[in-house]
Each structure stands twice: as C-alpha cells, then as structure tokens.
C-alpha cells in the first residue's frame, strides 16, 4: 500500500479506495493519461485525444456517477445505444465502443478497476453491416474537377498548390499538410517523399509518394527563389495571411492613417499556426466552395478522385501502390517493386 502511494504521488494523483473510484473518475485519470502518452513528434496531442473525449461523452451522461467496477457489458450496451440514438454511423460507434474498452483496460492495468472487467467488455461484439439500427456512413465520393476549378479561386496560393499536388500524388490530406523539403529525396530524377506522420505510421509502416514531373514543377513555382527550411512545412497557414494582407495594402487606394498603419493584436488569442491541420484545411475548403456556390467537398475526395483515375488508366495494383495501401507488411523486395511502379505511373500523371 505505501508502495501504491508513492506510485500515486509521484503521478500527482490522490490515492484513494476502489470502492469510490467511479466511472467519472476513472474517465479523468484517463485524460491525464491520454493526454501525454497520444503525442506527434513535436510533443503535441494528436486527433486520437479527441476522439477519447467523444467517446467518453455518452459514457459519462449515462454512467458517470457509479462506482467504476460496476460497469458491465449490459452498462457498455447502453452507452452504444445512446451513440445509436445520437445518429452516430455504425463505423464510428464500433470505433467508440473500442476506446471505451481501452479507457477500462487501462483503468485495470492501474488497479482503478477489478481485473476481470475489461474481459467482460470485451464480450460486447461490434456492430455488424444489416443487423443494427445504425446508419452506414456515407461513402467518400471523387469530387468532379470542374467542382474543384471552381473553387480553387476562393483559397490561398498556400491551399491552391496543396490541392493540386494531391490530384497529382493522390496523398492523404495529413500527408500535404505535413510536408516539409528534408522529407522529400531529391537526388534522383523522380522525387520521393517519405512522410514521417501518416496513417499506418503506428504500425512501423513506411509510406513513400512519388511526386513526377508536374508536381515536381507545381512544387518548385510555389517556392519561386526562396529555398525553405528543410525543417519547416512548406504550407504555412501563417504565410497565407502575410500574404493576403499584403494583397489588400496593394489593394488600397487611399493612403494608410499613421493610426491604422498596425491594427494587429498583440496576444492573439487565434493565431495562424506555422502548418495546416487537415481541420484547418478542410475547413478553407469548405469556405472557399460556399463562396463558389458549388457543393460542398473535402480533401480527402482528392485522393478519390486520383485514385480513380489512375485504377481506370493503369489498373488496380498501380492505384493500390500509389494510394499506399497494405494489408500486410512488405518486404524490401516488394517495397522497391511498389516505388518502380508509382514511379513509372507518377512519371505520366503526376
């Protein structure tokens, strides 16, 4: 017990019996927990600390005030109703049963929880395709060119080039944001660039994009003389702004009051940040289509629309490599018939 004190102490909680510990209170050590171990290369906290606080939120509307160990399959059912009720997609409930499961399982590993609890949880199976009363989710559709032309005047040049560079690479949305000229090999004629941040990244997965001739040529015009910071993202939210006040000074045609010469606040409490997030960037898309009156659409219907593309001209498999999808891992073998290949098609579309 002394022992569990220290342990307790040093983590800056307050050791107290199981008997009190309930389901709230296992949900905030949880966040404490989540959020430092779910952390980018940077030190800061990825998505997945968010989608934990959306799935806590049923968890702790139905079940928050009861001690901890009483929580069961029968008490996890209800909370996945109530995700149901919610109009949560079948996808997204499975998701969020799976980190409630999680959330206990680490309570158990802290001694918050009985042992057997989370192999209790473990007995309530997914939701499975036509036997639920949860709607599907909405599949992702490629997002017609002309839809995307129409939009691309209404975004930075910063948004414009990320655009273009995913119809010409098929990369995910988090993939261009995070782009950055170390990551990218120029050494040979066809670049490639190696993302550090990716989807499978947490599978010990590489992920490699052939970036051809027009994207190559896209990247370099965006650039102009200015060599960036290996270091640096290439898209910065930060030089879209800069950029687009200076637009509107040239735009002036009266002549600027000493008074107004800086109107900037101090301590902005929304600054731009020094790289897009894919919210961030979903988001100008969003407002750039609404200002072109046409449907709404998101990046990732880029990658869509690239990979269609590609299946239609060279075949399922040059889709699949590009895209870099896997359902198993590969060899060195195999990795370096894959980059052969998304260099020979990238060669001709991108």
Known sequence: MCAEVRVATAKGEKPQPKRHVMVANVILAFIKYASVHYRDEKGKPTGEVEEFRAAYGPLMDLYGHIPAAEFGPLAMQAVRQKMIDNDWCRNRVNKQVSRIRRIFKWAASQELVPVELPHGLACVQGLQRGRTTARESDPVLPVDREVVEKTLPFVSRQVRTMVRLQLLTGMRPGEVCGMKWGLIDRTGEMWVYRPVKHKTAHHGKARTIAIGPKAKELLLEYIGDKLPNPGEPIFSPKDAREERYQAMRDARVSKVQPSQANRRKKSPTRAPGTAY?????????????????????????????????????FGLEAAQVLLGHSKADVTQVYAARDLALASKVANEVG
């Open 277 to 313: 997030t894919s919210r961030a960037y979903n988001f100008a898309i969003y407002k750039a289509a609404e200002k072109a009156g046409v449907p709404n659409w998101s990046p990732n219907r880029l990658r869509h629309t690239f990979g269609t593309e590609v299946r239609k001209a």
